[in-house]
């Protein structure tokens, strides 16, 4: 019988990442990281495409070497659509679309974030279907309702800021480092998160807005800040603490509502900010109180990666569900 082999590559945002899938078994993860936007404070467009064609081809070569598979024993190439910056989608789509015209093989796209869900399945344990997914990262926030691996719903999503985006920009107004949403989430482990009270957002059925509160830690910091310009370096642990305490309270509200009214006790969390070891400890407490059954993703799958690109695209192999050589990227690709 015939290998399903799939080359899968990510470049939706600062990683540029390679994986080869043999009969749904990812068989590695080859990641490059974007260092240059450290000292900008955050991802810069322009670089990370530049950076993108830098590390393609050494990336994709790396992951062959691994597993000792040839290029010729590939089966498909599957590639990141979108959801991301159209640039930096580009050069993987582009070198997707050359590489599988040249061995005469399928392309299979993949929604960035569809790919961050089923992550759960490249290692067990394997949620069973069906089951809830908060995806928190630092462009999108969603709670989605996976029926199968292809058959999603999002029933609540943030309507302004992702929380990851949020994190990030917490931190900045402390003067941390990017990426800040981290550095929050190892000083909030040394702090009292009721130390200080943020408003939390109200938004209708199981929807996200973190907007409000990002301007409302912004006033908060100046208001302490005129009254002692040493506030932030005196108070750095209980910030944070309080800070993700809010962020995680406001996240945790609508998944119990949505997990209640739904009827769905099994939970997963997928996306860069599904590494927070404040989120992952509040949803084993709430698992415990709520006869919850919850699933993390390996850390090495949390941030972008084409592991999860390459799973996604084995289930749509499995479904014959191929696209033109005509596609092109959609940064607002959606579920």
């Not at 899938?21 to 990370?48: C, F, I, M, S, W």
């Not at 830098?54 to 979108?82: H, S």
């Not at 299979?108 to 569809?114: D, K, Q, R, T």
């Not at 067990?124 to 990262?137: A, D, H, I, K, W």
Request: hydrophobic letters at 40%; aromatic letters at 8%.
């Amino acid at each position: 019988m015939e290998h399903i082999t799939i080359l899968a590559i990510e470049s939706s945002c600062d990683e540029t990442s390679a994986s080869i899938v043999r009969d749904g078994v990812v068989l590695n993860n080859v990641v490059a990281t974007q260092k240059v936007h450290e000292e900008y404070g955050g991802v810069v467009p322009e670089l990370a495409s530049r950076a993108h064609q830098q590390n393609i081809i050494p990336v994709v070569e790396q992951a062959f070497r691994e597993t000792g598979i040839a290029k010729e024993e590939l089966t498909a190439i599957g590639f990141t659509r979108g959801p991301g910056l159209l640039g930096a989608l580009l050069v993987g789509t582009a070198y997707a679309k050359s590489m599988a015209l040249a061995l005469d093989i399928p392309l299979i796209e993949v929604n960035h974030m569809e790919a961050h869900i089923l992550a759960h399945f490249i290692d067990e344990p394997r949620p069973p279907f069906p089951f809830l997914c908060l995806t928190v990262s630092g462009g999108h926030t969603q709670i989605v309702l996976v029926k199968d691996h292809l058959t999603m719903e999002v029933v609540g999503k943030t309507q302004d800021d992702a929380v990851g985006e949020a994190f990030d920009k917490s931190a900045k107004l402390l003067g941390l480092p990017y990426p800040g949403g981290p550095m929050i989430d190892k000083y909030a482990q040394l702090g009292d998160p009721h130390k200080f009270e943020f408003p939390v957002s109200e938004m209708e059925g199981y929807n996200y807005s973190f907007s409000g509160i990002k301007t409302a830690i912004l006033y908060f910091l100046q208001r302490e800040k005129r009254k002692d310009e040493q506030f932030i370096e005196k108070n750095l642990n209980d910030i944070c603490a309080s800070i993700q305490f809010t962020f995680i309270k406001m996240l945790m509200q609508k998944l119990k509502r949505a997990s209640r009214e739904l009827k769905v006790p099994h939970i997963a969390i997928a996306g860069g900010v599904s590494a927070n070891k404040g989120l992952r400890q509040a949803l084993e407490e709430e698992a415990k109180k709520s006869r919850w059954t919850v699933y993390f993703p390996d850390f090495e799958y949390c941030t972008d990666n084409a592991g999860m690109i390459a799973i996604a695209a084995h289930y749509k192999y499995e479904a014959g569900e191929f696209c033109e050589q005509s596609v092109s990227p959609d940064p607002r690709m959606s579920i």
